[in-house]
């Protein structure tokens, strides 16, 4: 009788190494998340998205997911370059609702430090409107968002999205032509990434720079726990009412009694 040999089945998982997923500089390098690859050669050029939030720790900038590009690896260490974001899909059907319009525009610009980007903003009305209207918006928010971030860097244009400055002159402007609901920028896309390869920092560098932003994000942290406090004490001495404090607050408090966090104002009160 032959004799059967079994073939090794080889774990394929064993000679993997996990890759470290920095942010570029403009997030101080923060650690987004883990990859597995074979070798270096293999996470270069690989793609993450990860929610603003994650790296800002801003529960206003939740609906950016961010998209980063792998240019360098360095020991298990992998350096990204920002490549583009784009709202959640959740939040884009959210914006629109019956009887209102939607204007998509869609426009490539150049910045200030020779990086080359696609931007996709939305341009949202309570009422229908005709294709005559719709074509003066696109036209004056492709003026408007040109001759202003045309003047600036990617990082500087990128502060103006997230903090929600850029679509608020965008749609004060274009209240004086038509009653504008709301403006978002919905999507970029970096069309020439090569122009953002950065070198990274040696690893005594990087560890410092990571630590320094860890003890920034803790005191930042115990700087809200002790606001949180104060204004629950007072409002247990009476001199402030719920009511006064904003919805981030109020979720505050609540993920920290363990209830619910979603609903409108009014409810959140009555939960707490």
């Not at 996990?18 to 070798?39: C, E, G, I, K, Q």
């Not at 209830?259 to 104002?265: C, I, R, Y």
Request: aromatic share 6%.
């Amino acid at each position: 009788m032959a004799k059967v040999t079994r073939t090794k089945v080889r774990d394929k998982w064993k000679g993997k190494m996990w890759y470290r997923l920095h942010a570029p500089s403009m997030f101080n390098y923060a650690v987004m998340a883990h990859t597995p690859a074979d070798s270096p050669e293999i996470v270069n050029g690989r793609i993450t998205e990860v929610p603003l939030e994650q790296l800002t720790g801003d529960y206003n900038q939740k609906n950016f997911m961010i998209k980063f590009r792998v240019n360098e690896t360095r020991g298990n260490n992998a350096f990204t370059s920002f490549d583009g974001h784009r709202l959640t899909s959740d939040y884009k059907r959210a914006l629109t609702r019956r009887r209102n319009s939607r204007i998509d525009c869609n426009f490539v610009l150049n910045l200030q430090d020779d990086v080359q980007i696609r931007i996709k903003p939305i341009i949202l009305v309570d009422k229908r409107i005709k294709k005559s209207q719709e074509k003066l918006l696109r036209a004056i928010t492709h003026e408007l968002i040109e001759k202003d971030l045309s003047k600036m860097s990617l990082s500087e244009t990128l502060k103006k999205i997230y903090s929600g400055d850029l679509s608020k002159e965008v749609s004060a402007a274009l209240k004086t032509t038509y009653p504008t609901k709301r403006v978002e920028i919905s999507k970029i896309n970096v069309m020439n990434p090569a122009s953002l390869m950065e070198v990274p920092p040696e690893d005594e560098e990087l560890q410092r720079i990571l630590e320094e932003a860890e003890k920034g994000t803790t005191e930042k942290k115990d700087e809200v726990v002790e606001d949180t406090k104060t204004k629950e004490e007072k409002t247990a001495d009476g001199e402030i009412d719920y009511n006064s404090m904003k919805v981030v607050e109020l979720k505050k408090l609540l993920k920290e009694r363990e209830l619910p966090v979603s609903g409108t104002k009014a409810e959140l009160i009555e939960r707490l």
